[in-house]
């Protein structure tokens, strides 16, 4: 194995569950207090996005882990895919 690719697997990076996604005015963002509720347009069935780099690297449902939320993927990019998200590439 290449000591780059070996360096590449030695990565942490931040992963992101992203439950939904919705626009909303400033003065909107600015009004929102302790307690405020935002509806995101998703139904709470709905499978989960899986984010490295902001980029989709596959998909999941959400479960309960003792206390804890976690992530049950359904389906998940190649690893080509995967190290093109985290490597910022698009080509």
Known sequence: MSTELQTLLRLTVPMIVQVGERHIAMDD???????????????????????VNNKSIGMGT?????????IR??????????????SGSEG
Do not use: R, T
Not at 29 to 51: D, F, N, T, Y
Not at 62 to 70: D, I, M, Q
């Open 62 to 70: 959400a479960v309960k882990v003792g206390e804890n939320f976690g």
């Open 29 to 51: 963002v600015l009004a929102l207090a302790p307690g405020a509720i935002l509806e995101l347009g998703k139904s709470a069935e709905s499978e989960l996005e899986l984010l």
């Open 73 to 86: 993927i359904s389906s998940i990019n190649s690893p080509q895919e995967v190290v093109k998200a985290i």
